[in-house]
């Protein structure tokens, strides 16, 4: 499933609130004892503090396509780009994209690749939630300007995920692994802010596709691919040490 990390993620509405009774489902629910633990610490991370999300520090986006065709060049934008950038054009409404408030820092891989194909990439999620069951998410290779778009993501209640019919049910990924392991994190929210959004998060189903692989293609090639759970214990030696680097040693606490 994360966020340009500098848009304060910390006063974004969470994903998945309790839910009233009636419902049956309280959306919140209760960490186990091995998510309690700092997510910093799950990853390897010695002197971690508090349970914090890691510094809302920038994201470059690079690879192939920051290098490529599809790089971002201030000199070579259009001039009505530039005119709306400056506010002397417009305005324009841009109500449904500014609802995408929540940041997510996370991995993703293709469920039919195998695990010497289907290294994770590492994706930003900015996310905006409709309501207590759903949610949606835009995915980008950084937090930068020069980011580039590289899928997207529905997330949904267990009660929605229980009406699906079996055939679609197949799409869908359970996310309490991601959560529980660190491998998906919300940078910049404090410990009790943290810990309460991915008590939610890990009650929650999502349906992704990634379009660009950026860090291999200069520009989206090929089929979208459907994205799925990465198990924590087969991450690699250099992915790993990718998720301990978005931590500080001193996650901010309340």
Request: aromatic share 6%.
């Amino acid at each position: 499933m994360s966020r340009g990390a500098g848009e304060r993620p910390a006063t974004a509405r969470p994903l998945a609130r309790k839910r009233s009774r009636g419902h049956g489902h309280d959306m919140r629910g209760a960490l186990p004892a091995r998510a309690r633990l700092p997510l910093c610490a799950l990853l390897g991370l010695a002197g971690c503090h508090g349970r914090g999300g890691p510094a809302g520090s920038a994201v470059k986006g690079g690879g192939a396509a920051g290098d490529g065709p599809a790089r971002r060049d201030e000199a070579a934008r259009s001039a009505t780009i530039r005119a709306l950038e400056g506010g002397t054009l417009g305005p324009q409404d841009r109500t449904a994209i500014e609802q995408q408030l929540l940041v997510l820092d996370g991995y993703t891989r293709a469920k039919r690749e195998t695990t010497e194909e289907g290294l994770p990439d590492r994706a930003l999620f900015f996310c905006g939630q409709h309501n207590a069951e759903f949610s949606q998410c835009v995915l980008f290779d950084g937090t930068d300007a020069g980011a580039h778009l590289t899928g997207v993501e529905y997330v949904i209640s267990p009660r929605l995920y229980a009406t699906l019919p079996a055939i679609e049910r197949q799409y869908w990924h359970a996310h309490a692994g991601e959560v529980d392991s660190g491998v998906l994190v919300a940078p910049g929210l404090t410990g009790a802010a943290h810990a309460e959004l991915m008590g939610e998060l890990r009650e929650t189903y999502g349906k992704g596709w990634r379009t660009w692989n950026t860090a291999v293609d200069p520009l989206p090639f090929g089929e979208p691919r459907l994205m799925w759970s990465i198990a924590p214990g087969k991450l690699g030696p250099a992915t790993r040490s990718e998720m301990r680097s978005r931590w500080t040693t001193t996650p901010r606490e309340e």
